[in-house]
């Protein structure tokens, strides 16, 4: 079993920025695809964006110019910057792992936006 965590949730205003990281234990993160996914109340779950593991990347067309993702292989982690945040990106924030055909998801990450 792979343990995806996430972290960097949190409270910000309209116009505001966070970070996301995504981890796991070990390296495996290094060899994985990921993708960054968002769930709102009453709303299916989206993808937001996704990254390779040669760090190609993938946005949502909402998040396409605000948000990017990013690799730092040294740490073992996978990013998800977030600029110009509004209400409307309010939503649980997960990780997802893509390794030998598996998904692995972390329990995510709460981040909501103020107007």
């Known amino acids: 079993q792979v343990l995806v965590v996430e972290s960097g949730g949190g409270l910000v205003q309209a116009g505001g920025s966070l970070r996301l990281s995504c981890t796991t234990a070990?390296?495996?993160?290094?060899?994985?695809?990921v993708g960054w996914y968002r769930q709102a109340p009453g709303k299916q779950r989206e993808l937001v964006s996704s990254?390779?593991?040669?760090?190609?990347?993938n946005y949502g067309d909402s998040v396409k110019g605000r948000f990017t993702s990013s690799r730092d292989n040294a740490n073992n982690i996978v990013y998800l910057e977030m600029n110009s945040l509004k209400p409307e990106d309010t939503a649980v924030y997960y990780c997802?792992?893509?390794?030998?055909?598996?998904?692995?998801w972390g329990q995510g990450t709460q981040v909501t936006v103020s107007s």
């Open positions: 990254i390779t593991t040669g760090g190609i990347t």
């Open positions: 997802k792992l893509t390794f030998t055909g598996r998904d692995y």
């Open positions: 070990g390296s495996i993160i290094r060899v994985s695809s």
